[in-house]
């Protein structure tokens, strides 16, 4: 069989999981709400859009890097597995497997929504005959140790600068986890947004054409259909700002006058106001030094770094440092394998 799953997110517990993110961000200060709350279809389809227009740069500088490291990663590295971390539609994987050119490859997705794992897994499978998917429906930030054992030497890619959504300690949780799953040999390949002038990254957060704030809106119809509240939509407006300080664009949703707001299935009842409004996202944007730091600070050492010529987005290539804190050993045949692909 080409493709398998375990599923440790069931749909019937969303409402439930999500009820307890509502009621510690709406009760907390300041007001916050999840950004993994974006995504239901519309969330999704309005996040395509966002990947094309013209002021968010970060989709297609990503694509073209992987298009320039995926033959010599690959070479080098040839991976029996390939673990893709949030992994959604799966476009950017096909970068790495035609690299593969046939050989074959066990790839794992980690996702939380089952459906779109299955229909990319569909379409992998079809153009990709040799490929084994073994769908792992979950949180990255929860089910990483339910992963099965490697099937043989393991890439871990968790590209889409996703990590940046991560406050510093959730950050630093994360990576060790992701550092759990790599024996020598393996390598974390890792895509990340970079600092750059704050006019560009607020551009790509509040474009000119409305789509993003329509998206980061979208996370109240959400809250409204799961949680019988009752936000009025249209009153709240999208603003996005650089906080250099922090080095992250923030996004937000304030409402016009002050919001009362009834969340019958909380049994809660917030008020909003403009001032404090409620903070939707966080998109943290690194430094190749900082990145260096983080990785040291969760066990890894940066073997390689690429950028594209205008120094917007960086992909940075990272192995395990010792060993995972499980203890677990190495097989034989990995011993001493710390390749380092010529980019």
């Known amino acids: 069989m080409q493709y398998t799953r375990e599923v440790h997110v069931h749909p019937e517990t969303f409402p439930e999981t999500m009820a307890e993110d509502v009621r510690r961000g709406l009760t907390h200060t300041p007001k916050f709400l999840p950004p993994k709350y974006f995504y239901d279809p519309r969330g999704s389809a309005l996040f395509e859009q966002i990947t094309e227009l013209p002021e968010y740069y970060l989709t297609r500088t990503e694509h073209e890097l992987l298009r320039r490291v995926a033959p010599g990663l690959i070479r ?6 390939i673990v893709e971390l949030g992994s ?3 476009a950017k994987v096909r970068h790495l497997l035609d690299a593969l050119d046939g050989a074959p490859v066990r790839y794992l997705p980690v996702d939380v929504d089952e459906q779109m794992v299955a229909r990319a897994a569909g379409e992998l499978i079809r153009g990709y005959p040799l490929l084994r998917i073994h769908g792992i429906i979950g949180d990255f930030e929860r089910h990483l140790p339910r992963l099965p054992a490697p099937a043989g030497r393991r890439l871990v890619a968790f590209l889409g600068s996703t990590l940046g959504n991560l406050d510093p300690p959730a950050r630093h949780a994360f990576l060790r986890e992701v550092r759990r799953l790599l024996l020598p040999g393996d390598q974390f390949l ?3 947004d970079l600092v750059k002038d704050p006019a560009a990254l607020e551009a790509a957060y509040d474009d000119a054409q409305g789509v993003t704030a329509e998206f980061n809106r979208n996370i109240l119809h959400v809250i409204n259909r799961t949680l019988q509240a009752n936000f009025r939509v249209e009153a709240f407006e999208h603003r996005a700002r650089y906080n250099r300080p922090a080095a992250r664009i923030e ?8 919001q009362t707001v009834r969340l019958a299935a909380l049994d809660l009842t917030v008020t909003i106001t403009p001032e404090e409004g409620i903070w ?3 998109s943290y944007k690194f430094t190749r030094e900082s990145c260096v730091s983080m990785l040291r600070a969760a066990g890894m050492r940066m073997d390689d770094w690429l950028t594209d010529l205008g120094r917007q987005f960086a992909l940075t290539l990272a192995s395990p440092v010792g060993m995972p804190e499980s203890g677990r050993e190495a097989p ?3 011993e001493g394998l710390t390749p380092v692909p010529a980019w």
């Open 190 to 192: 890792l895509g990340i």
């Open 76 to 81: 080098h590295l040839r991976p029996r597995e």
């Open 251 to 258: 996004m937000h949703l304030h409402p016009r006058s002050p």
């Open 88 to 90: 959604g539609a799966s």
């Open 280 to 282: 939707t996202e966080s």
């Open 332 to 334: 034989a045949e990995r």
